[in-house]
Nanobody, 115 residues
Framework: QVQLVESGGGLVQAGGSLRLSCAAS????????MGWYRQAPGKQRESVAA???????NYADSVKGRFTISRGNAKNTANLQMNSLKPEDTAVYYC?????????WGQGTQVTVSS
């Protein structure tokens, strides 16, 4: 079993910053790929940023230059630094951890950006 714990969401004004964190734990024997997705009301879940087990990062065009995904100090942890936030970034953000042949999801954390 693998469990994901997310933290760091909240309410911020446009132009502000937030930092999300995710930690994967359980029966994991190595380094998995990690990513952040988001889902706004009435919209499909979309990929925001991802980091491979080797450290390669990818970003959605809408967040390039504003968001940064990085590995935490502990194994299988990841952070998403979100700067210059916009109202359209408002969504529930989900951490995803891919290990072996399965992907696992966190419970989601709300990010609300006010104009």
């Amino acid at each position: 079993q693998v469990q994901l714990v997310e933290s760091g969401g909240g309410l911020v004004q446009a132009g502000g910053s937030l930092r999300l964190s995710c930690a994967a734990s359980g029966s994991i024997f190595g380094i998995g790929a990690m990513g952040w997705y988001r889902q706004a009301p009435g919209k499909q879940r979309e990929s925001v940023a991802a980091i491979s087990s080797g450290g390669t990062t990818n970003y959605a065009d809408s967040v390039k230059g504003r968001f940064t995904i990085s590995r935490g100090n502990a194994k299988n942890t990841a952070n998403l630094q979100m700067n210059s936030l916009k109202p359209e970034d408002t969504a529930v953000y989900y951490c995803n951890f891919f290990w072996g042949t399965r992907g696992y999801w966190g419970q989601g954390t709300q990010v609300t950006v006010s104009s």
